[in-house]
């Protein structure tokens, strides 16, 4: 089945400590996004990468970090330095500029 | 910058009524439209798009939304919604060179009640 996985589904971490969410699609996409969603405020776009190896920060980029080093993965690490990292993470990709982007069933992270 | 409101944070509607959910977006350049649908704790189902053609778009369940260049609207609409479609609705837009990044409104809420 071609789809996008997101691991793990929950993840619970202690403040202060970095935490890398896992991205995987075999559906043979160039590109692949990391959004970030808060009750009320819509998804807001972290970091995105149109190719493998290059990458671009989106609007709220500060305090993560991602690497693309293979097409099928996209890892997204929230470092201590994100201030509120408590959130739902999903992570999409698309074929191209011009068509739908498919999402994964996402990561809620708690940070206590 | 670009930018995608949706009026209505929440909508609450009777079974087999029929239901509108508002979406305006302001860009400067042509723009590809989207409608996502998300089940609680999931992730998004793209609902429909208009990326060119005919400015109706209708998707499987039922659902229809109407591109509107000179009110720069994408607005969804269902002529009888069922229990099963209470779920949050996203409006997206991409720009045409911009890399496939999508911009989202805030969301609606759409409660259908018995």
């Known amino acids: 089945d071609g789809g996008i996985t997101q691991s793990p589904k929950y993840l619970f971490r202690k403040e202060g400590q970095n935490v890398t969410l896992s991205c995987e699609q075999n559906l043979n996409h160039d590109a692949m996004y990391w959004y970030r969603q808060d009750p009320g405020q819509g998804l807001r776009l972290i970091y995105y990468s149109q190719i493998v190896n290059d990458f671009q920060k989106g609007d709220i980029a500060e305090g993560y970090s991602v690497s693309r080093e293979k097409k099928e993965s996209f890892p997204l690490t929230v470092t201590s330095a994100q201030k509120n990292p408590t959130a739902f993470y999903l992570c999409?990709?698309?074929?191209?500029?011009?068509?739908?982007?498919?999402f994964g069933q996402g990561t809620r992270l708690t940070v206590v | 910058a670009q930018s995608v409101t949706q009026l209505d944070s929440q909508v609450p509607v009777f079974e087999e009524a029929p239901v509108e959910l508002r979406c305006n977006y302001s860009s400067s350049v042509s723009v590809y439209l989207f409608w996502y649908v998300q089940y609680p704790n999931q992730g998004l189902q793209l609902l429909l798009k208009?990326?060119?053609?005919?400015?109706l778009v209708e998707s499987i369940n039922g659902f229809e939304a109407e591109f509107n260049k000179s009110q720069t609207s994408f607005h969804l609409r269902k002529p009888s919604v069922h229990i099963s479609d209470t779920a949050e609705y996203f409006c997206?837009?991409?720009?045409?060179?911009?890399?496939?990044?999508?911009?989202f409104g805030q969301g609606t809420e759409l409660s259908v009640k018995p």
């Open positions: 208009y990326l060119s053609g005919s400015t």
């Open positions: 997206a837009v991409t720009i045409y060179n911009q890399g496939g990044k999508l911009i």
């Open positions: 999409a990709s698309s074929p191209g500029a011009r068509t739908e982007a498919f």
